[in-house]
């Protein structure tokens, strides 16, 4: 049991190149997450995901695209990636009702040169 | 006024010392709060929930005022493994909305 994966786990981009973050996760959790998260202004939300195919917008989603076609993958694409998105990128899932808590991939380290 | 917001300290404590970390949230009707624990260049992991009774685990103990709109993590006698940063979360309106506090570091010194 893996849990939250993630990959990569670093990735150097130059402005305007496009690149797609995946998060896999075996608990048949519904809920899915993507955060971002910088220095001194905590996690915050990217996209999140209900269910298998279908998505929605979090606090902070210019810039980024997301699909679930699968019930246990969650992508997280940049189109053409600017220096403002240099993070540290984690995926959460959790379970559909019930229980709140968010297990969380180990991240992502984008640099956007 | 930020919906969650944490001490960012860092908080410098000897061992064996008790420490408290508050979060004050903004939204009087959330619904529901975390303690989470992260470890350097690490993901967040569930410390711990917080009910309206207060919840003790061990060494940790946290509390909810919501009164005055805060939640409160206490750790007795403090260990060198304790040294992270402390997130708090804050459940509010829909299941999907969970709000994280900036986190509060905390370093405990032999």
């Known amino acids: 049991n893996a849990g939250v994966t993630q990959t990569p786990k670093f990735r150097v981009l130059k402005t305007g190149q496009s690149m797609t973050l995946l998060c896999a996760q075996d608990m048949n959790h519904e809920y899915m997450y993507w955060y971002r998260q910088d220095p001194g202004m905590g996690l915050r939300l990217i996209h999140y995901s209900v269910g298998e195919g279908t998505t929605a917008k979090g606090e902070v989603p210019d810039g980024y695209n997301v699909s679930r076609l699968k019930k246990q993958n969650f992508l997280l694409g940049l189109e053409s990636a600017a220096p403002s998105q240099t993070s540290v990128y984690f995926c959460?899932?959790?379970?559909?009702?019930?229980?709140?808590?968010?297990?969380f991939g180990p991240g992502t380290r984008l640099l956007v040169l | 006024r930020k919906e969650v917001e944490q001490d960012p300290g860092p908080f410098n404590v000897p061992e064996g010392a008790t420490v408290a970390f508050n979060c004050t949230y903004s939204?009087?009707?959330?619904?529901?709060f975390f303690w989470y624990r992260q470890d350097c260049r690490k993901e967040p992991k569930l410390l711990m929930s917080?009910?309206?009774s207060g919840n003790e685990d061990g060494r940790f103990t946290a509390q909810l005022n919501r009164a005055s709109q805060y939640i409160s993590l206490l750790i007795r006698d403090s260990k060198l493994s304790d040294s992270a940063t402390y997130l708090c979360a804050v459940r509010s309106g829909g299941y999907q909305k969970v709000t994280f506090g900036t986190g509060t570091k905390l370093q405990v010194i032999p």
């Open positions: 939204n009087s009707a959330s619904q529901s």
């Open positions: 917080v009910y309206s």
């Open positions: 959460a899932s959790s379970y559909r009702a019930g229980q709140e808590t968010q297990y």
